[in-house]
Nanobody, 119 residues
Framework: QVQLVESGGGLVQAGGSLRLSCAAS?????IGWFRQAPGKEREFVVAITWTGITTKLADSVKGRFTISRDRAKNTVNLQMNSLKPEDTAIYYC???????????????WGQGTQVTVSS
């Protein structure tokens, strides 16, 4: 059984920072973050392999978002800096054993956490 629980969402002003966390039930799965804004399709944001060696980021968040994992705590953290109103979305963590930047590779999903960036 794989269980994923997101936390850390909230309301922040543009230019501010927020850190999301994903608590996972295991330590051998790759973890990705996706987001879905109102009226838009769910999109890939960032992902990390279980080893932490390989990471992938969407072009829209490069230089602003970083992902890391704490294997001892079975958590993956997403540090979001220089937030923009366009980052407003529900953020989901997900788990896969496959290609980390492809949404169709993910079999397990959390419930999501709301991130709202005000102007």
């Amino acid at each position: 059984q794989v269980q994923l629980v997101e936390s850390g969402g909230g309301l922040v002003q543009a230019g501010g920072s927020l850190r999301l966390s994903c608590a996972a039930s295991g330590r051998t799965l790759n973890i990705g973050w996706f987001r879905q804004a109102p009226g838009k399709e769910r999109e890939f944001v960032v992902a990390i392999t279980w080893t932490g060696i390989t990471t992938k980021l969407a072009d829209s968040v490069k230089g602003r978002f970083t992902i890391s994992r704490d294997r001892a705590k079975n958590t993956v953290n997403l540090q979001m800096n220089s937030l923009k109103p366009e980052d407003t979305a529900i953020y989901y963590c997900a788990a896969t054993t496959g290609t980390i930047w492809r949404i169709d590779e993910y079999a397990y999903w959390g419930q999501g956490t709301q991130v709202t960036v005000s102007s």
